[in-house]
C-alpha cells in the first residue's frame, strides 16, 4: 500500500546494511494503529487504522508514519503523467488497485517491483535496485519530500509504542521554524538558568562574546504546543540535550523536589554510557534551577509529556 519494495519473513536472512528497506532484505517488525481504530460489536466489524510501521533488519531499524508516507505517494500519484518510460501506467495501475478497496495481493507487490525494474532502467538515475521507490520517484518529478515530523504526535502513539512516542517528540521538538520568538524563548530559558545544565550542573556560557554552550529544551514540543514560556523549558548541555529528547532520563517533582529518573528506555544502554548520564534519583540543586521558582519546570508539562511518551520509570518497576 505504501509503495514499499517487498519484506521477508526471517530477520535473520536480512544483513546488517543500509539502506534498510531492500528487496526481501528486511522485515516489518511493528505496526502501530492509531486512536479512530475501532471494534463495532454490533456489527462485529473491527477498523484499523495504521499510524505507523516499523522496518528493521539485523543491524538498523526505523518507523515510517503512515500519513506522511501517504501524502507523498498522493504527491507522486498526482504527476505520474509526467515520468519517463513505463512508470506512468505502473504507478496508475497501483492507484487504481488501492481505489477498489479490494484486499490487497500479490498482485499489487508485482506493480511494485515493475515500478522497481522501470527505475533500475531509467538512463542517468542514481537508484538502488531493489530499494525504496518513493524517494526515486520523487526525484524525476523534482518533488521535495515534506519537511518536519513524520510520525503522528506523541500523545496519538499510546503507552504501548513508548520508544516510538520517543522518537515522535524528538521531530516535533526539532520542528521549530520560529524566527525571533524562538530565539526569545532559548535566550530566556538560558538566562534563567544562568547557562547551567540542570542535569549536571555544568556552566557553559556567559562568556562575552561566546555562543552559549548549553540548549533551551521544550518540555512540550513547540511545534504542536506553542508553549515558548520558561516553564516548559529546560537548559541542558548536548549530552543531557540528547538523552531527554529520547526519553531516557527526565525530571520528575516529587514532595517539592525535582530529581532525576531514568525510564525503561535506559535499558537498551550499557552501564558505563547510563553512569556518563546520570545517577538515578539524584535530587537537582535548587542553584542549578532558575532563582525564580515560577520558572521552575512546570509539573503539569512534565506530566503532559510522561502521558505523551507513555514512559515507565524505573524506580516505579
Given at each position: 500500500?505504501?509503495?514499499?519494495?517487498?519484506?521477508?519473513?526471517?530477520?535473520?536472512?536480512?544483513?546488517?546494511?543500509?539502506?534498510?528497506?531492500?528487496?526481501?532484505?528486511?522485515?516489518?517488525?511493528?505496526?502501530?494503529?492509531?486512536?479512530?481504530?475501532?471494534?463495532?460489536?454490533?456489527?462485529?466489524?473491527?477498523?484499523?487504522?495504521?499510524?505507523?510501521?516499523?522496518?528493521?533488519?539485523?543491524?538498523?531499524?526505523?518507523?515510517?508514519?503512515?500519513?506522511?508516507?501517504?501524502?507523498?505517494?498522493?504527491?507522486?500519484?498526482?504527476?505520474?503523467?509526467?515520468?519517463?518510460?513505463?512508470?506512468?501506467?505502473?504507478?496508475?495501475?497501483?492507484?487504481?488497485?488501492?481505489?477498489?478497496?479490494?484486499p490487497v495481493t500479490r498482485a499489487l507487490t508485482s506493480t511494485v517491483n515493475g515500478i522497481m525494474a522501470s527505475l533500475s532502467s531509467t538512463p542517468g538515475l542514481a537508484y538502488q535496485e531493489g530499494s525504496d521507490p518513493l524517494p526515486a520517484l520523487e526525484m524525476l518529478l523534482g518533488i521535495?519530500?515534506?519537511?518536519?515530523?513524520?510520525?503522528?504526535?506523541?500523545?496519538?502513539?499510546?503507552?504501548?509504542?513508548?520508544?516510538?512516542?520517543?522518537?515522535?517528540?524528538?521531530?516535533?521538538?526539532?520542528?521549530?521554524?520560529?524566527?525571533?520568538?524562538?530565539?526569545?524563548?532559548?535566550?530566556?530559558?538560558?538566562?534563567?538558568?544562568?547557562?547551567?545544565?540542570?542535569?549536571?550542573?555544568?556552566?557553559?556560557?556567559?562568556?562575552?562574546?561566546?555562543?552559549?554552550?548549553?540548549?533551551?529544551?521544550?518540555?512540550?514540543?513547540?511545534?504542536?504546543?506553542?508553549?515558548?514560556?520558561?516553564?516548559?523549558?529546560?537548559?541542558?548541555?548536548?549530552?543531557?540535550?540528547?538523552?531527554?529528547?529520547?526519553?531516557?532520563?527526565?525530571?520528575?517533582?516529587?514532595?517539592?523536589?525535582?530529581?532525576?529518573?531514568?525510564?525503561?528506555?535506559?535499558?537498551?544502554?550499557?552501564?558505563?554510557?547510563?553512569?556518563?548520564?546520570?545517577?538515578?534519583?539524584q535530587p537537582i540543586p535548587d542553584q542549578w534551577l532558575p532563582n525564580d521558582t515560577a520558572l521552575h519546570p512546570s509539573s503539569a508539562f512534565l506530566q503532559r509529556l510522561y502521558a505523551d511518551l507513555g514512559v515507565t520509570f524505573r524506580s516505579d518497576v
Open positions: 500500500m505504501l509503495m514499499l519494495p517487498d519484506p521477508t519473513r526471517e530477520l535473520r536472512s536480512t544483513p546488517k546494511s543500509l539502506p534498510i528497506a531492500v528487496t526481501k532484505r528486511y522485515i516489518v517488525k511493528d505496526v502501530g494503529f492509531g486512536t479512530e481504530s475501532e471494534f463495532t460489536g454490533v456489527a462485529d466489524l473491527v477498523t484499523f487504522v495504521p499510524s505507523y510501521i516499523t522496518v528493521a533488519n539485523l543491524g538498523e531499524s526505523k518507523s515510517i508514519g503512515v500519513a506522511a508516507r501517504w501524502t507523498r505517494v498522493e504527491a507522486v500519484y498526482i504527476q505520474s503523467d509526467l515520468l519517463p518510460g513505463a512508470l506512468p501506467a505502473l504507478v496508475q495501475s497501483h492507484r487504481d488497485s488501492l481505489a477498489t478497496g479490494d521535495s519530500p515534506p519537511s518536519g515530523p513524520t510520525l503522528p504526535p506523541p500523545d496519538e502513539l499510546g503507552e504501548d509504542a513508548p520508544a516510538i512516542s520517543a522518537r515522535s517528540a524528538h521531530q516535533y521538538r526539532l520542528a521549530k521554524v520560529r524566527g525571533a520568538s524562538g530565539r526569545v524563548f532559548s535566550n530566556a530559558v538560558r538566562a534563567s538558568y544562568s547557562n547551567r545544565c540542570a542535569f549536571c550542573g555544568a556552566q557553559f556560557g556567559g562568556i562575552p562574546g561566546i555562543r552559549s554552550g548549553v540548549d533551551a529544551a521544550h518540555i512540550l514540543a513547540w511545534s504542536k504546543h506553542d508553549l515558548d514560556v520558561v516553564p516548559n523549558g529546560l537548559s541542558l548541555c548536548k549530552l543531557h540535550h540528547w538523552a531527554f529528547d529520547a526519553a531516557i532520563i527526565m525530571p520528575r517533582r516529587e514532595d517539592d523536589r525535582y530529581y532525576l529518573r531514568f525510564t525503561n528506555l535506559a535499558d537498551l544502554l550499557g552501564h558505563e554510557e547510563i553512569a556518563r548520564i546520570g545517577k538515578e534519583g
